[in-house]
């Protein structure tokens, strides 16, 4: 970290890093989606429209147990603002606990 902060006074190396960091954002937000229609969903089916394909969720198949633990973790993220480590310490501990319970 101390030597990107460095590189960061160069007005080249900037700019790549600025890219670069562009590029990790938008691999984790698609992982973020994939990882939450594959989730919340138990199928999906794929759209195909020319040459675009796009995996769709099947409405039908929510679970509701992980709609109920995501709408937890948001509001405990974005209302109550509790630290990330607490949160998915929570919804583990709720993930589990649905697996225990009948």
Request: proline fraction near 6%; charged fraction near 5%.
């Given at each position: 970290?101390?030597?990107?902060?460095?590189?960061?006074?160069?007005?080249?190396?900037?700019?790549?890093?600025?890219?670069?960091?562009?590029?990790?954002?938008?691999?984790?937000?698609?992982?973020?989606?994939?990882?939450?229609?594959?989730?919340?969903?138990?199928?999906?089916?794929?759209?195909t429209w020319g040459p675009?394909?796009?995996?769709?969720?099947?409405?039908?198949?929510?679970?509701?147990?992980?709609?109920?633990?995501?709408?937890?973790?948001?509001?405990?993220?974005f209302v109550l603002k509790?630290?990330?480590?607490?949160?998915?310490?929570?919804?583990?501990?709720?993930?589990?606990?649905?697996?225990?319970?009948?």
């Open positions: 970290a101390p030597y990107v902060e460095k590189l960061r006074h160069n007005a080249a190396i900037s700019a790549a890093l600025t890219g670069i960091t562009a590029s990790v954002v938008g691999v984790i937000a698609n992982l973020a989606l994939y990882f939450a229609e594959h989730t919340l969903f138990g199928r999906t089916f794929t759209w675009f394909n796009l995996p769709l969720p099947d409405l039908g198949t929510l679970s509701p147990v992980a709609a109920a633990i995501t709408v937890a973790a948001l509001v405990m993220t509790w630290p990330m480590l607490r949160i998915i310490g929570i919804c583990a501990l709720l993930g589990i606990g649905t697996i225990l319970l009948p």
